[in-house]
């Protein structure tokens, strides 16, 4: 009982990081209808940034600021410079260029910061069953989910970058800077993915650090449905603790595989996700 | 449409007529050509293409022939993705896991059936390969965009951990190494192994890609295309989508599996450590930077897949930078590349060479009006 007490909770925080992942992209996909390839290599560019920041200044928090900071700016400077001359032109192009940035990126991010492990510290004390660092996790991705509810719910600008992403001729019409809230829209998304890189990546931080972390954000998004941002953070939970058990009952090596029968088993029951309506349905 | 061997007939029928498009002649060809019949014209270009990669072999070393033949056996799965993205219109992240199928195939069936011919072997690693892609393709049918991608990724990175998984039978991290016998005894004097080897390679991708350029200028290629365009539209027309749909996904697994056998033959090994998520997404970046819906832009592909690490490696030891850097470079090359030919040029290098060529001889489309350059093909 205490080996599965200790899988769930593990699982939680797992599934808080694909959740937020999840999140991050289910923002952009909204916004601009692209999923966003690129979003691991500008979560890692972030996270290295951390790393020589605190490396420099010795405080973990002043890295984790530099983090987000710079992966605000990385996701603005992506949509303004990158995804808006292709957003007329086709999906495929889109998904090209972010697959493009990908391969850049991570190369990029050897070149500076060489492809050899460093050691990255967890924000908080890492041991035992559901340590600070966990916990710190799984707060820290409820409450930027939850910020982010209160500001697209509630804040003009939120009222702005929704109706910008439904209707943008409409939007333009009644006074709405279209192009700047798509741009906004991925500005607060990579903030996110920052986030999700900071908990993802200890203990140790190399450029394809977060390959896999990715797959299984991208599967959670895909299970909750990517019309529906509750749904990507719950199907982030869900898998988390899914593929938990699966790692400690049947094997880690399994853990893949899982995340791809679950992944099949939603889809061929809902095709678009668990959570597309509100309606919500168990697996 | 600057397909100018068409008949006005055919032309009047926008269906017929984008049919046409990315017809992988070889240009400069007159009318006598365009009139024979489409599998005599691919057979003859195939036969060309063979003399060609013999010639090439013939006159290069053996690690150029080694490379040679990787541009083979990646224009073929490349072309098979083409056929799947260009064609269909699904794309698929993960088609390295059908060339792990393949190569894995292949290497069980040497190391356990040690007497089974070369050509059984492909054919059945192929066949192995082709049911994976049916029950992928049953199973993704209803799938479109990010989903078949999501789902697709999921099963690219799934598959290379089994090897890890079942280590006693696959082999685990190092794989399964095993020999095969390259140049026949009675040539091997007058044959380098090498040779031979791309010589199989590239006969059995040509094999294959004549069977493909057939099929996707056949009416299959249409319906594929008419669903890739509007599923309602050709569901309306009598096209039954989710048999198209995963026909084409059959295809291209086959495709990939192959391949991935043909790999395997020439390696004499399959490791999981090839068929990283990162193959499948290169796949994907170099048929979308040789140019979507022809296989011409395959080949490219395949070129740019081989030969760029190739230059990158060149050009960061002539440059003497350091390790951090060379080892990245291939990698900072090609997303440079890729990002820059989606923003200048969407069709691709095919779709580039295209226009240049029409550019080129304006004087042929002067009876049929003003010379037009062909829209560019951009996927969906």
Known sequence: MDYFTNLTLNGVAEGAIYAALALSLIIIYQATRVVNFAQPALALIAAYIALTVTTATGSYWLGFAAALASGMLMGAATERLLIRPVQKTSQLSAIIITLGLLLLL?????????????????????????????????????????????????????????????????????????????????????????????????????????????????????????????????????????????????????????????????LSVRPDGLFTRPKARKV | MASSQKSPATAAEPKAEEATRGTPKPRGLVARWNALPMLLRHILAACAAMGAVIVLTSVTGQGENTR??????????????????????????????????????????????????????????????????????????????????????????????????????????????FLMRGTPPALSDAIPNTSWQAWVVWLTVLIVLVFLANLSHGRLGRQMRAVRDDESAAALSGIRVARVKVTAFVISAGCGG???????????????????????????????????????????????????????????????????????????????????????????????????????????????????????????
Request: one cysteine or more.
């Open chain 2, 68 to 177: 040679i033949a990787s541009v083979g056996f990646y224009m073929l799965a490349i072309a098979g993705l083409g056929i799947l993205i260009g064609f269909s219109g699904q794309v698929s992240l993960g088609h390295g896991a059908f060339m792990f199928i393949g190569a894995y195939s292949t290497a069980l069936f040497v190391l356990h059936v040690p007497m089974m011919p070369l050509w059984l072997n492909l054919i059945l690693a192929t066949a192995i390969s082709c049911l994976a892609g049916l029950i992928i393709g049953v199973v993704c049918a209803r799938l479109h965009g990010p989903y078949l991608a999501g789902a697709t990724l999921a099963l690219a990175v799934a598959l290379p951990a089994l090897a890890n998984r079942f280590s006693e039978f696959l082999g685990g991290p190092n794989g399964l190494d």
């Open chain 1, 106 to 266: 991570q190369g990029v991010a050897g070149m500076i910061w060489s492809n050899e492990p460093h050691s990255f510290n967890y924000p908080m004390d890492y041991q035992g069953q559901f340590s600070p660092a966990d916990f710190f996790g799984v707060a820290a991705i409820l409450g930027a989910a939850m910020l982010l509810f209160a500001l697209y719910r509630w804040t003009p600008l939120g009222l702005r970058m929704r109706a910008a992403a439904a209707h943008p001729e409409m939007a333009r019409m009644l006074g709405v800077r279209v192009g700047l809230m798509l741009t906004l829209g991925w500005a607060i998304a990579s903030i996110v993915g920052a986030l999700a890189g900071m908990l993802a990546v200890p203990p140790f931080i190399f450029p394809n650090a977060l390959d896999s972390v990715f797959v299984y954000g991208l599967a959670a998004a895909v299970i909750g449905g990517l019309d529906n941002p509750f749904g990507s953070i719950l199907g982030g939970f869900i898998l988390g603790v899914s593929l938990s058990f699966v790692s400690g009952y049947l094997g880690p090596e399994l853990m893949p595989m899982a995340a791809l029968i679950i992944l099949i088993l939603v």
């Open chain 2, 258 to 380: 192959l391949a991935g056998a043909l790999q395997a033959y020439m390696l004499k090994t399959a490791t999981p450590s090839t068929f990283t998520v990162a193959l499948s997404l290169s796949l994907l970046a170099v048929l979308v930077l040789g140019g979507l819906g022809s296989l011409w832009g395959a080949l490219w592909g395949a070129i740019a897949m081989v030969y760029v690490e190739e230059w990158g490696d060149e050009l960061a030891h002539t440059l003497d930078l350091g390790t951090n850097v060379a080892n990245n470079l291939p990698h900072v090359l090609y997303g440079v590349l890729l990002i820059a030919l989606v923003l200048a040029w969407p069709s691709g290098v095919q779709g580039f060479l295209r226009q240049l060529g029409n550019a080129l001889r304006p004087r042929e489309h002067s009876g049929y009006g003003t010379p037009s350059v062909p829209p560019t093909h951009e996927g969906k």
